[in-house]
């Protein structure tokens, strides 16, 4: 469901370029495979939730768009994010890169499955 709020947009809007077009694409992907997400902006990300848990998280950075796929997303795809930097819980994918969307739609797909099998 998407931000009714406007505050998503405003985020978004904060970037320019390649920055702005990769979350509106992030977006678009997350809203398309799990239109029934609430989207919010939560940590200072946008947020996706799923039955009021959490699905996915990512934002913009001057080097990286940031993807946060926690608890069970990184670790399932592990080797799909191995060559990019990463930290407990996020992966950067640089803006020098093009974005991997199939990784990103595989985790948002997995996540989807996993929250409604398990509840987290």
Known sequence: ???TTGA????INNFTGDARKRLEQMRELVLAEVPEAVESISYGLVGYKL????????????KH???YATPN????FKEEFAKYKQGKGSVQFPLDQPLPLDVVRRVVQ?????AIKYGK
């Open 65 to 67: 768009t940031g993807f």
């Open 51 to 62: 039955d009021g848990k959490p699905l996915v998280y990512f934002g913009g950075f001057p």
């Open 1 to 3: 469901m998407k931000d």
């Open 73 to 76: 997303g990184h670790e399932a």
């Open 110 to 114: 997995y996540r989807k499955a996993t």
């Open 8 to 11: 998503v947009d405003r985020y």
